[in-house]
């Protein structure tokens, strides 16, 4: 009786391969930008991390022009066709994606000069501007300019023994129009200065000459002085710009003999790609940007006119020379379980129950000390342990080394191919090498990004494994930016499928069949996909909770919205691109989809079903895209113990729907509401009530 109804809704629901029931997923990167530059024009959130929000977007900007611009331009250039669910093709999708980004990028100048610089000047932090100096910050400037940079420009006037020079991927340059003719009788209408990567962009004036935190932008100092570069001739104008370049390497990894080597090889290069954006001061005279569009072969919608400086996430140097810490959000001191407070040997403690942390409202420091006493425990004989990013100077690498000087056999997994983390990644390897650890670079076509550490340590009844397992990378300092959750555990399963993953990565052969963890490219797709059919033959009694950093992976959408037409409840926390579109009738009417845009960086990858009573939640490296899902090797790992699932479900997926002062609500057209509360209601803050939770915690612990 119940199915009939379902079944006639089904066959009156649209095609789930029709193009309109999918975003795009270039244009919801850039709605994520939006929600965090709306953090900075945000008047509740403090001074200085509205800035830092502002220079986020910046960040994020270049990274989105870099690869996924960069990509789209090759595809057009090549004239491939449509791809992905939404169908669009490179050109309607390019025009489509430099709207928007102009859209943002003006807004972002709003923000700077029009809230920000008047905000920042009220409480004492101010941007000088060349009309704004005063005859003795002239002359400090001005001996800064002799001592500081004038040694370190070369002005390249373009004739035919000057061509125009390399420049460099988002490098500050300057394009000098002049009049008049040299010694040597030559005579060119324009030059170019770089400015050295190695010189500060903010500057800031000694106190006796100025207000507590007056600063000045480096372009200022150069424009001041431009014509001791050019002494004789006339400086007709002095235009910023800034090239953003492709910066993506190109590695056959089937053709090299070794990869190290290869990308050793390829980075070099990075900065000279293909460019893809030109940002130009907005006083640029149409003649001088036809110039460079000519020569760097960009089109008009590749061209950003700026009302300010060219490269705004150098403005982040400032909250760092700014000591005021009312204008930061309030500081925090990460909590410890009290289990990791006891002072016997963490081995024994994992023996008795597993541990769960919850950064950064929790420390990372358990997870070093899992890994330092794994070093100088001697009844360890081996650790084995993925890298994806983290720094050469790490204390993780510090302690990996101990641990093979001690005499323990190391293995690391290093991925080199971790994007704009590559020369880290060499570094570590080769210090790692240095001392004989066993480092393998992945899988050939595959990044390894799951998170992993296995201990191997000789007791009375043989050798027992204990696992580390993570959504976040090894970097210690992320561990208190970034939302991330960590299991330590001695569970036989688990550790044993650590233990056939790391033989398998390091090894050749079939893939192993593991008892509990899925593992992608093999399982994880499968085994989520399994899980939502499950839910949606349970039709109004299913349940699914995920939270994801993004999701487009087409097939898997397409299973959702085959659970939402059966009747499963479906909230989905998702940070970042989303291509599913929540609330089409016939479709999607069950799904909400929410994104959490605060303090922190939300991080966590989780995925709860409800199992008819029998709940389901795993903890996972993976976000729902295909190359997770397909192209990386990525990990899930159960959360078995009822209590640790309990409080996943509480702290990162409960709370978070409970959000209505960091949550944003999609819309069927890829647009996002805001629900933050007025300022004289009380609102629900997930990253608040976790940081009063932990600060309480650790009062009583």
Not at 447 to 462: C, N, Q, S, T
Request: one cysteine or more; aromatic letters at 8%; charged letters at 25%.
């Amino acid at each position: 009786m119940n199915e009939a109804p379902a079944q006639q809704k089904s066959a009156a629901a649209p095609s789930l391969d029709n193009p309109d029931l999918y975003f795009n997923r270039d244009l919801s990167i850039l709605e994520f930008n939006r929600r965090v530059l709306a953090l900075a024009d945000d008047p509740h959130v403090p001074l200085l991390e509205r800035l830092r929000y502002l220079t986020i977007v910046s960040n994020n900007l270049d990274e989105f022009f870099e690869v996924r611009m960069a990509g789209l331009l090759q595809r057009r250039k090549f004239g491939a066709g449509p791809s992905g669910p939404d169908m669009l093709g490179p050109n309607i999708e390019i025009e489509a994606v430099s709207e928007m980004a102009h859209e943002i990028i003006s807004a972002q100048y709003r923000c700077l000069n029009q809230r920000l610089i008047p905000a920042l000047a009220k409480e004492g932090i101010r941007l000088l501007r060349r009309r704004e100096w005063q005859a003795a910050q002239k002359r400090w400037i001005s001996s800064y300019f002799q001592s500081e940079v004038l040694p370190l420009l070369t002005p390249l006037s373009l004739d035919p023994a000057h061509p125009f020079p390399k420049v460099q991927n988002k490098g500050l340059n300057f394009a000098i129009a002049l009049e008049g003719q040299d010694a040597y009788g030559r005579h060119s209408p324009i030059a170019i200065v770089q400015a050295p990567r190695i010189l500060s962009r903010i500057i800031q004036i000694p106190t006796h000459l100025a207000g507590p935190h007056d600063f000045v932008f480096l372009s200022s100092i150069i424009h001041e002085h431009v014509q001791t570069l050019f002494p004789g001739l006339t400086i007709q104008g002095f235009y910023q710009f800034r090239v953003t370049r492709n910066s993506e390497l190109f590695v056959d990894e089937e053709e090299v003999d070794n990869l190290l080597d290869a990308i050793a090889d390829e980075l070099p290069m990075r900065p000279f790609g293909e460019a893809v954006r030109l940002e130009v001061a907005s006083n640029c005279p149409r003649e001088v940007i036809d110039y460079l569009l000519k020569h760097f072969e960009l089109a008009e919608d590749n061209l950003y006119s700026l009302p300010g400086p060219v490269n705004l996430s150098r403005l982040a140097a400032i909250i760092d020379m700014v000591p005021r810490h009312d204008l930061l959000f309030p500081p925090f001191v990460p909590g410890l379980p009290s289990v990791c407070m006891r002072p016997e040997n963490i081995f024994a403690q994992l023996r008795e129950a597993p541990i769960l942390l919850h950064h950064p409202y929790q420390s990372f420091n358990p997870v070093l000390d899992f890994l330092r006493q794994a070093a100088n425990d001697p009844q360890v004989i081996g650790i084995k342990q993925t890298l994806y990013r983290t720094t050469p100077d790490s204390p993780i690498i510090d302690a990996l080394i101990e641990a093979a000087m001690a005499g323990k056999q190391v293995t690391a997994v290093v991925e080199l191919k971790a994007r704009f983390d590559e020369a880290n990644n060499i570094r570590m390897a080769e210090r790692l090498e240095e001392v004989g650890i066993q480092v393998v670079y992945g899988v050939v076509n595959h990044k390894v990004h799951a998170k992993m550490i296995l201990v191997l340590r000789r007791e009375e009844d043989g050798v027992r494994l204990y696992g580390h397992l993570g959504t976040g990378n090894y970097h210690p300092r992320n561990a208190r930016i970034y939302t991330d959750l960590s299991l330590l555990t001695t569970h036989a399963d688990i550790t044993a499928d650590m233990n056939d993953l790391f033989m398998h990565i390091t090894g050749m052969g079939k893939a192993p069949q593991l008892r509990c963890l899925l593992q992608s490219p093999f399982t994880m797709f499968s085994g989520i996909c399994d899980a939502i059919e499950a839910e949606t033959r349970l039709g109004v009694k299913g349940r699914i909770i995920a939270r994801v950093n993004a999701l487009v992976e087409s097939d898997l959408i397409r299973a959702l919205y085959r659970a939402s037409q059966a009747g499963v409840e479906i909230d989905l926390v998702v940070r970042g691109a989303c291509a599913l579109r929540p609330g089409i009738p016939g479709v999607s009417e069950c799904i909400r989809v929410r994104s959490i845009v605060g303090r922190f960086l939300e991080h966590s990858r989780v995925y709860y079903f409800g199992n008819d009573g029998h709940p389901k939640l795993w903890m996972s490296s993976a976000d729902w895209m295909g190359r997770n899902l397909f192209r990386r090797l990525e990990v899930a790992v159960p959360i078995l113990d009822p209590d640790l699932r309990a409080r996943i479900l509480k702290e990162t997926l409960q709370l978070y729907l409970e959000d209505d002062c960091n949550a944003w609500v999609m819309r069927a057209d890829g647009t996002y509401d805001f629900l933050r509360k007025p300022p004289d209601a009380t609102c629900k803050s997930a990253q608040d009530r976790l940081l009063e939770h932990y600060d309480r915690s650790s009062q009583h612990a």
